[in-house]
């Protein structure tokens, strides 16, 4: 058996639900269900190429799922963060 979980995939067509930009590692999530967020404000911060990178939420609603924890390995496409739109 491998490590690798299988995680959920965002859909595209949904704004949303928020992907991974590229492989990685969370370092911390800053976002939890139930959180009211706006465009552009942090969902989670990640590790990719020795780089940290955050991760915005691209539309303004509620968190209704925060799908990873930190130190999460994580491929590029792999569910974050939905929100529902408000």
């Not at 911390?28 to 969902?43: H, P, Q, S």
Request: aromatic letters at 0%; proline letters at 5%; charged letters at 25%.
């Amino acid at each position: 058996s491998s490590d690798t979980v299988e995680r959920p995939k965002a859909l595209l067509s949904v704004e949303g639900s928020v992907g991974a930009p590229m492989p990685g590692v969370v370092l911390e999530t800053k976002v939890v269900k139930g959180d009211k967020v706006k465009v552009g404000d942090a969902l989670l911060s990640l590790s990719a190429m020795k780089m940290e990178t955050t991760v915005a939420a691209p539309v303004s609603g509620t968190v209704t799922r925060v799908v990873v924890t930190a130190n999460d390995q994580i491929s590029a496409g792999d569910l974050l963060v939905e929100i529902d739109e408000d």
